[in-house]
């Protein structure tokens, strides 16, 4: 028999979020720690023992289990392989399953790409509920994706499946942490949109709002760029547009693939979508092969950011 | 309970193939008839007559079913939709399944995508029988793909997944039938080397025995390339090395979709392998992400090809 709650944990680049979770999907506890920091054997620990705090109120003998969405994360192996997102996965391979069980008693943990737990949320709790065969993206430091295919998450072979965020947007473009050249992830993501502003700041004569917060600050940030957006600023405005036009040219790639009723965007980035929306439908649907044209619905994600990454996460553990 | 007998059939854009099969997989009887005419109500009655030619020593009503692989075909509504390869279907909706089961007393007929047939095919009796997800490719007069997932073809939401030579290979390259430009099918089919092969030749300086063929015959297909490549012409060759970049490039960017184990080859310009593999291969690992670098194997089908698609086809009956 399954105990009564479960802990849902959503690791990202800057922080991780934990919950504990009951059966109707209500997150009854919180809280947020840091992934800023090198060591990997130092977060798991800080990790364990906020599980353990929080479950507290609950007993772990009554937590059923522990659902972990992490960036590059492996459901079958439960590992976390070069998370180039996180500080302390970057370039080595963590056994983030194995180590929190043995640290919360033997406790079953169950692994996935954040993206994918994510999805699996959408699709419990949130915009998703009705849909069977879309594409999450997550717009989030990086890019993620998790692939659903009538109803179920896509793992593939090696339960890598839905690394989308590392297919080509611009041949020869933009370096990416990968290792490779002009990922979708350096342009679409909060850090891309940021390398997108410094770019388009340099390359114009003019000056903007935007370009005089960067002379200030002589750094930039994606929140940096939506709140001159918000002031009516026409480089920012344009940042958003060019970005709007990447995510749609390459999206109308990703269609013919699993052929989705929708594509559903998730994250930080997703709310500056009234900026990039327009021009992300028209270049989807200007360079998607006929079958699909205005067919593909884009959608926003209707959950708050932490519930459906912790939600997703959280179903793991049932 | 179902009956002794099937018919398979393999749609392409010069020829159709027609087979009846049996319980074990074996083709008892097969012909081949034209599709290069304009009207498409022509062909199926030639079709159908066919069938029945075909069926006589086995009993129509011992036949099961009839199963149809043909281009942008769908298996939810049974229709042929802008076949742009199929002379009669280029440009509209043909309901294919519909016409042959009223000319054949109401035989339920089930229509997919040529290449999902195909794959299915060496799902069953090829080269794919111990692999669960793999990426089906076919180099024909067009490219084709069916897409494997946990041992079952991916129709996505609207029956169409899997048309992958229609995502753009380069951007803002050859136009393409569907009416887009640098879709991967403009570059690695049949037509596509020929269309390589023409370029080279004009940009080419020097004189090759390729350029000779070209200028005798003011034509060239890719047998031509091929016939030219074993009597080692140096341009030939580089076509075919040029062909295997584009593809290793692409399929780079399809692996982080589905993660397969294996991304598969068939039809005539597959056997050319020889020629194109090891410039494939390289390309395709030196662009995918690291998580699957050197993992993804290139596989040939092992199937001839008639039986492949006719097979495929025929289990779409069972």
């Known amino acids: ?49 906020t599980i353990r705090e929080l479950s507290k109120a609950f007993g772990l003998e009554n937590i059923n289990g ?6 590059s994360s492996n459901y079958y192996t439960g590992d976390m392989v070069n998370a180039t997102n996180v500080e302390w996965g970057r370039g080595k391979t963590v056994h983030i ?31 998703a509920k009705q849909i069977d065969n879309y594409i999450y993206i997550t717009l989030g430091t990086g890019v993620g994706s998790g692939i659903v295919i009538d109803g179920k ?43 997108t502003a410094k770019e388009m700041i340099s390359n114009s004569g003019s000056t903007s709002l935007l370009s005089s917060v960067y002379q200030m600050k002589n750094e930039i940030t994606s929140k940096d760029v939506y709140d001159a957006a918000e002031q009516g600023d ?6 958003f547009k060019y970005t709007g036009r990447v995510m749609g040219e390459k999206f109308a790639d990703f269609i013919p693939f699993s052929a989705p009723e929708a594509i559903i965007l998730f994250g930080g980035l997703s709310k500056a979508h009234k900026y990039f929306m ?34 997703g996460a959280s179903a793991l553990a049932w």
Chains 1, 2 share one sequence.
């Not at 043995?102 to 419990?124: C, P, Q, S």
């Not at 026409?234 to 940042?239: D, G, K, M, Q, R």
Request: proline share 1%.
């Open 234 to 239: 026409l480089l920012a405005l344009e940042i």
């Open 153 to 195: 998450l896509l793992y593939g072979s090696d339960g890598f499946a839905g690394e989308l965020g590392h297919t080509c947007a611009i041949k020869g473009g933009r370096d990416c942490g990968c290792g490779r050249k002009g990922c979708l992830e350096t342009y679409v993501s909060a850090s891309g949109v940021a390398r």
């Open 278 to 311: 327009a021009d992300l439908l028209k270049a989807m649907n200007e360079n998607v092969v006929f079958l699909w044209k205005d067919k593909v619905k884009v959608l926003l994600s209707s959950l708050k950011e932490s519930d459906a990454a912790i939600l």
């Open 66 to 71: 522990v659902g972990v969405g992490a960036p």
């Open 97 to 127: 399953a194995a180590e929190i069980s043995k640290k919360l008693d033997g406790l079953k943990v169950t692994v996935t790409n954040d993206a994918n737990a994510a999805a699996l949320g959408e699709k419990m709790y949130g915009v």
């Open 1 to 49: 028999m399954t105990k009564d709650y479960v802990v849902g944990i959503d690791i990202g680049g800057q922080s991780a979020k934990i919950g504990i979770v009951n059966r109707k999907g209500e997150i009854l506890a919180q809280k947020s720690i840091s992934t800023k920091m090198s060591d990997s054997e130092e977060f798991i620990l800080l990790l364990c023992n």
